[in-house]
């Protein structure tokens, strides 16, 4: 075979092995000779969103307080003193703190409460007068004097809250008479007010 004839071979194989079949059908190709450029994959980063739901809220609940005034004894005499009650403060709060005695507070030192510890009282409020309503013996079992400032107690605390400006004091269903600050006695049904125990209030600095 001449040089001519080695070259029109050579060309009618490379012709023949790039063409199509001629079913017309692809025929797959090993891996070893698919070039690494059609084969390599490609990685595309991704950012992870958290969802709505997923979100976690926490709730911070506040305790308010009022600052009330409540009326204890020192020496024979009524001096005001102040706590601090869960807000709002109502008048039967305040009523069952001071029916309650003296804390432990360092505030609270050389004061004496005249109330009985064993008395228990409910309070109504109507067009700012408060009806104190207990049962007998109330305070009767107590010295005049001790009789005088308890009164003083309720009536300067009670009196100092919103709404509140005249005291009835009620026993067993009956309205009752009952000692100002100076001593002499009230008509039954006749309210008394802040004013009426100014001679037995006091002041501590």
């Given at each position: 075979m001449n040089r001519r004839q080695l070259v029109c071979v050579l060309v009618t194989l490379v012709a023949t092995s790039c063409g199509l079949p001629d079913e017309g059908r692809f025929i797959a190709l090993p891996t070893s000779e698919i070039p690494d450029a059609l084969i390599a994959t490609t990685t595309t980063p991704t950012t992870s969103v958290p969802s709505d739901d997923a979100a976690t809220s926490t709730t911070i609940t506040e305790t308010l307080y009022d600052t009330v005034e409540f009326y204890f004894v020192s020496a024979n005499r009524v001096v005001r003193s102040e706590r601090l009650i869960v807000s709002p403060a109502t008048p039967t709060q305040v009523l069952?703190?001071?029916?309650?005695?003296?804390?432990?507070?360092?505030?609270?030192?050389?004061?004496?409460?005249?109330?009985?510890?064993r008395l228990s009282a409910t309070i109504e409020v109507r067009r700012g007068v408060a009806r104190v309503s207990s049962t007998a013996p109330f305070l009767s079992d107590l010295e005049p004097l001790d009789q005088r400032l308890a009164i003083a107690q309720l009536v300067l605390t009670l009196t100092r809250r919103p709404g509140i400006g005249q005291i009835i004091f009620v026993v067993d269903g009956k309205e009752i008479p009952v000692p100002r600050g100076g001593g002499d006695l009230t008509?039954?049904?006749?309210?008394?007010?802040?004013d009426d125990?100014?001679?037995v209030l006091s002041t501590r600095d």
């Open positions: 069952d703190t001071l029916l309650a005695g003296l804390d432990a507070g360092s505030e609270t030192a050389g004061l004496r409460s005249a109330l009985p510890r008509t039954a049904g006749v309210a008394v007010t802040y125990y100014l001679s």
